[in-house]
């Protein structure tokens, strides 16, 4: 055990003077690494201090390609990690930016491994990385070699896309879009590329809270004058948008056509992302509920003074579910449904934290009483998120400012509810497993938000 610790630790090998004969004269077949920049050798170094994690040199380090296996190429240029070796079950891992917890937990997922993160000058790394994934440096082979086809599909499809978050309620003024704006924000202070969509067709409002106005919108991509991707504007709070269109009826009523082009492009972009948070509209309705089932977690928010209309939600999206596993089931070979319709609650405007709780076991009960204890193979699960107490100058001062409350007041307790509750995302107890038989996730997105029912 002691041996395999010590592999793991970030030495730095000497090279052969053969290897190193063939660098300094340049002889081909063999690439001329640039120089080290002093500066981000320092800095890596002080990183690696600062974490207590190893610092690892890319350019003089031995590469397993048993490691480099695990890892599909676009994830590693896209996270900018380069895995260096695995010993017992623990892969350690080259990475530019070692800080960022959700990248070391994306890693762990879709590798099976414990990652054991290393400080890395960020020029040597995305040198290397280019060679180990391009021109293979010597001593090592292309990933594609190694891992089987099916393997490395699966990898690209699953770890390229983003975590779909949607957000709902069945009333307008609960702090819907508030509350996607701040979990938006939350998800992109631990460094996650996140994409904020204003799919409140109809009725956006994201733009008018945070003062972000551009020329195109969701009205353009649909009418054909501009590509889904030409639709994302970055923005000054860290995260991504793609704004809605105000008083359309078109938005407000995508027919079949429209949902399956929407789908269509926003897989392509989504695997530029962590997480992509939709603000739907407020309402029941079909196009609605089916954009929320879709997404891989729906939330739902609603107030104390609110909690009929949150129920009425909540009950109106199991309907809706279980009316989809069932034509689903009969239409897909070999289908096997969704038998639980597991929604998360959030509660706002609370007047004490402990209030989101007890509303929440109430609503837990009703549930059991008024649906499951009547209902045969299917069951609705409502789990709890969190509250937010009600900060009515906290609100008002953020939307003066059009910033997210989360980063204009950080210490009051709203913003900390809002950062607690995204470490659900992120940072879960248990990995996420999709409650359904699709290969692939992004595929149960589309065959539920693009229904024709």
Known sequence: MRQNARNLRAEEPKQTHDTEDKVSKGSSGVCLFP?????????????????????????????????????????????????????????????????????????????????????????????????????????????????????????????????????????????KTHFSINLASALAKTGARVLLIDADLGSADISNKLGIYPKYNLLDFLNKDRELGNLVVPTKFHFDLICGACGELRLANLYYAQKVKFLKHFKVISQ?????????????????????????????????????????????????????????????????????????????????????????????????????AREGRFRMKPEYLGSIPYDRSTLRTAEEKRRPFLLHCPYVKASQCVEHMSTRFYKPEDSYKLKASFKHPFRRFLAIAAQKI
């Open 35 to 175: 120089p080290r920049l002093d500066t981000e050798t320092r800095i890596a170094k002080a990183t690696a201090k600062k974490l207590n994690i190893p610092f690892v040199d890319p350019l003089r380090a031995h590469i397993e390609p048993a490691a480099v296996s695990l890892i599909d190429s676009q994830v590693a240029m896209r996270r900018q990690v380069l895995p260096i070796r695995l010993v017992d079950n623990t892969l350690l891992v080259a990475m530019a930016s070692p800080d960022q917890s959700i990248a070391v937990r994306s890693l762990e997922l879709l590798t099976g491994c414990k990652v054991r993160p290393a400080a890395s000058p960020k020029s040597s790394l995305l040198t290397v990385l280019r060679q180990v994934y391009g021109q293979p440096v010597k001593g090592t082979v292309k990933p594609s070699q190694e891992v089987p086809q099916t393997t490395r599909e699966k990898d690209t499809e699953e770890a390229g896309r983003a975590l779909t978050l949607s957000v709902i309620s069945n009333k307008g003024g609960v702090g």
């Open 272 to 372: 530029g992302y962590d997480f992509a948070v939709f603000d739907l509209s407020a309402g029941i309705g079909h196009a609605v509920l089916d954009f929320a089932l879709g997404a891989d977690q729906t939330v739902i928010v609603t107030t104390p003074q609110d909690l009929v209309s949150g129920y009425a939600c909540a009950k109106a999206g199991f309907f809706r579910f279980k009316e989809i596993e069932e034509r689903l089931e009969g239409r897909l070979p070999k289908y096997i449904p969704s038998l639980t319709f597991s929604p998360i609650l959030m509660i706002n405007q609370v007047n004490y934290l402990e209030q989101g709780v007890k509303i929440y076991d109430g609503i837990k009960k009703i549930v059991d009483e008024s649906i499951n």
